[in-house]
């Protein structure tokens, strides 16, 4: 006879099913491989998901609605309602990005509950938060380092950070990207998206400046041979906003609004001549293994969390200038071996099999922290 199922209570997502960005993937994805050894309770934000969108559960994983935004400031006390909830209701929680953490200390003084945190990247570092916000963040990282039974990171560079800013052996977990699927080119598709039966470069993100979209349209405006197409959500900030007023004169460059449904998407991106990376932080970025799960050439930004995604093999850029003379020179025999070694390296480490089975491992593991107790040093 089966033992009984530890719950697990997964917090810091907008819900599911995923329709917004990484963390939300993670979760749906990992599911079908946890849904047998655990009870599963998946913290969702009633505001995102309209009342006939409001499934009770997800397969075998049970969906708590808290009347707050996943995101922004209400992040917060969304994250924090939802880790007193699970406190009282689970055995194990799941805590994705650091924004409740400050109440941790808390939750571990009064309960023996074991807590997992993935840190989501080194956020307090981030460009685009102010001094307070940084702050917080900052302290919130403390208090989950501290705190947490384990601490998970999604790239070797944010691995080495923990262990020189605090003296702590993390977990290495990082994403899958093998849910994203060929989609082959039909007449239904081209009559939607008419760019399809040229040549085009392609990018899916948030449109922000860290992402460097100002510099792959400044480069590809300098061009015409090659279409580019980016999905993002243009109409979130001034920065986006400025962008599509500025590039939607150049009839080569397609600027589309979010999409996702995955079978548009994966036709998009999969049938692509090159794909674009311009994230410059957060570590393994989701879109990023997804596109070398498709075997897709790929440009990245120039920065260690790219280099350690891609092994060093695809091609870097820092300048508009330097993806130009990518594009330029890039031909059919070096695009197909591009292609074939980001796939290898995909296969190898990012599926979601090998993702799960890392989490499973960890948080089935009947033992103590062991890690030292964490020295805080100053991290410039």
């Given at each position: 006879m089966n033992s009984?199922?530890?719950?697990?209570?997964?917090?810091?997502?907008?819900?599911?099913p995923a329709k917004y960005g990484g963390f939300e993937t993670l979760v749906e994805q990992l599911i079908p491989f946890l849904e047998d050894e655990f009870e599963i309770t998946v913290y969702c934000s009633s505001k995102f998901y309209t009342d006939k969108d409001r499934p009770e559960k997800y397969r075998k994983a049970k969906l708590k609605y808290i009347p707050l935004h996943a995101n922004g400031i209400q992040s917060i006390p969304?994250?924090?309602i939802s880790i007193f909830h699970a406190a009282f209701k689970a055995d194990l929680l799941l805590i994705l990005g650091v924004s409740g953490c400050l109440t941790l200390p808390f939750v571990k003084f009064f309960t023996r509950k074991k807590v997992f945190v993935n840190i989501d990247g080194i956020e307090w570092k981030r460009n685009k938060w102010n001094f307070f916000i940084k702050t917080f963040l900052r302290y919130s990282e403390i208090f989950a380092v501290e705190s947490a039974e384990a601490i998970i990171t999604d790239n070797q560079v944010i691995c080495d950070y923990m262990k020189e800013a605090y003296n702590y052996q993390s977990h290495?977990?990082?994403y899958g990207g093998d849910q994203a699927q060929y989609v082959p080119i039909t007449t239904d598709s081209i009559s939607k998206y008419p760019f399809l039966k040229k040549k085009y470069a392609f990018t899916v993100c948030r449109i922000e400046p860290e992402n460097h979209i100002h510099m792959l349209l400044e480069a590809m405006a300098q061009q015409e041979e090659l279409q580019?197409?980016?999905?993002?959500?243009?109409?979130?900030?001034?920065?986006?906003?400025?962008l599509k007023k500025e590039y939607k004169r150049y009839s080569h460059i397609i600027l589309l609004d979010p999409i996702y449904e995955l079978e548009p998407l994966n036709t998009i991106r999969s049938n692509c001549y090159i794909y674009l990376h311009g994230h410059s932080a957060g570590g393994t970025n989701p879109s990023l293994v997804e596109a070398m799960n498709l075997s897709l050439p790929i440009i990245?930004?120039?920065v260690m969390y790219?280099?350690?995604?891609t092994e060093g093999d695809a091609l870097y850029f820092r300048t508009d200038k330097e993806l130009l003379d990518h594009i330029v020179s890039i031909d059919d025999s070096?695009?197909?071996?591009?292609?074939?070694?980001?796939?290898?390296?995909?296969?190898?480490?990012?599926?979601?099999?090998?993702?799960?089975n890392k989490y499973k491992k960890m948080l089935l593991k009947d033992e103590k922290k062991t890690s030292p107790k964490p020295i805080l040093v100053k991290a410039d």
């Open positions: 009984k199922k530890l719950k697990l209570s997964i917090i810091g997502t907008v819900g599911l969304y994250d924090i290495l977990i990082e580019l197409v980016i999905i993002g959500n243009w109409d979130n900030s001034e920065y986006g906003i400025g990245a930004y120039d790219n280099k350690e995604t070096k695009r197909a071996a591009l292609g074939n070694r980001m796939y290898e390296i995909s296969q190898r480490r990012y599926t979601w099999e090998v993702i799960a």
